[in-house]
């Protein structure tokens, strides 16, 4: 286990993963994208253990729920994805589960009241962080599973596309016979009696982890076998909207215009970034138009050219050439074909290297 550091407790914090970064827990890291974090208990306990013994109950909580928030609106953002992808045929055959599987048991159904207010109310029937929590700690004296509400904050958000909050309200570490939650959208709260859940609401940035939530993953491995790099082998699956990092060359999915801005201004935050020689921007046949959709790319490439690093264009469609074309990058590299690309990508890198 990692020793977490003390994190920032100022809200005006100009970084809304700060908290999660200084605990070893940024968007990028293995345990926020492995769910063994939830179903794993003697994990789970560890963890639980040192976050209370180095930031105390109440900081150790805040941090489990953005932990778990965070998890549960990417599943529920994968989870939509798949979704749409089903519907319009696009998914790929077999294609393998990647949210965590967790049972939610919302029993008492979801109520919508005159003026339209949400509510819902359920359980966790497996009571995971509850059974890791009383493995290791003391009976707790009040509900204590953050990183399960957490986690059904942001799955219920993301998933029905809603601003929600789920507060725990009884809890098997301090008795009972369950793990019950209750979920009330964030105007509900605002106006509640509680000052504990009112601390934790305020020092939650619900907006920026919807946006983080939303862009690719980053997957970093050791250069393919020369030949095996993308193919149906399982090592590249190109309907996946992730970045893929093989030392210093990087595939970057471009999804929506939102989420490709925001994906670089995420990489150049990361120390790693000067490593990177040469970025394919895989364009994915999406159409582009050349107003707004030609700027945003033409910024993507101008972030790239800021890390000394070259771009590459691929998975351009015949509508989106005319974009393409009035871009102003006089050294733009377009490829047909992603493999193409990406072999290109190596060369860039290797010659970067053994300068001539």
Known sequence: MHRPAKPPTEKSSSDPLAMLTSLGFGPDTVLMNDPKLFVDGRFLASLLVELEDELGPRQ???????????????????????HGESESGNAAA??????????????????????????LAGCWPERHEAAARSSRLEPADAPSCSLSAGYTTGWLSGALDRSLVAREIECAAAGAAHCRFEVHETGFWGSSTDPELDWLLSQVPFDAFRKIASRPAIERRERPAKGAALGGDGQFDRTQPVVHIWGPVMVLPFTTLEEALGTVDMLSRDPGIGEIRSVVVDLRELPLDEGFGAAALEQVLETIESWNAQSLLTGVCSSSEAAIASLESSHLIVRKDLSEAIATAFQIADAQRHPI
């Open 94 to 119: 077999g294609y393998p589960a990647d949210t965590t599987a967790l049972v939610m048991n919302w029993g008492a159904g979801i109520e919508i009241e005159a003026g339209g207010a949400f509510q």
């Open 60 to 82: 150790a909580g805040l941090a489990l729920f953005q932990i778990g928030m965070l998890h549960g609106l990417r599943d529920a953002a994968r989870a939509c994805r798949r």
